[in-house]
Nanobody, 125 residues
Framework: QVQLAESGGGSVQAGGSLTLSCKAS????????MGWFRQAPGKEREGVAC????????QYAASVKGRFTVSQDNAKNTVSLQMTSLKPEDTAMYYC??????????????????WGQGTQVTVSS
């Protein structure tokens, strides 16, 4: 089972930027789908962005498209989520998740068996 560790969360003012990183353990598949999800208090977990490392295929939720960018660094076993123009409604616990096969519906949380512990992002107005 792949272990995942997120980092990079924090508190910023609206309009600011943060970059989250998710490092996968060494036993990850050669190619895998990595998703970023978030969950605010009282709300369901929602997909934010995902990337297929085999061909750098990305998808974004409509709410973050144009503001967030997901990227990979294969040498470091890391997938990052660069978040710009942050809004208070982006406040949530952010999680990364991994699946060992290509998932066309990669923004759906139930597609992923492996999850990190989460990192908090707080955006103040």
């Amino acid at each position: 089972q792949v272990q995942l560790a997120e980092s990079g969360g924090g508190s910023v003012q609206a309009g600011g930027s943060l970059t989250l990183s998710c490092k996968a353990s060494e036993n990850h598949p050669t190619n895998y789908h990595m998703g970023w999800f978030r969950q605010a208090p009282g709300k369901e977990r929602e997909g934010v962005a995902c990337i297929w490392t085999g061909g750098v295929i990305t998808q974004y939720a409509a709410s973050v498209k144009g503001r967030f960018t997901v990227s990979q660094d294969n040498a470091k076993n890391t997938v990052s989520l660069q978040m710009t123009s942050l809004k208070p409604e982006d406040t949530a616990m952010y999680y990364c998740a991994a699946a060992s096969r290509f998932e066309p519906d990669c923004l759906v949380p139930t597609k992923y068996p492996n999850w990190g512990q989460g990192t908090q992002v707080t955006v103040s107005s």
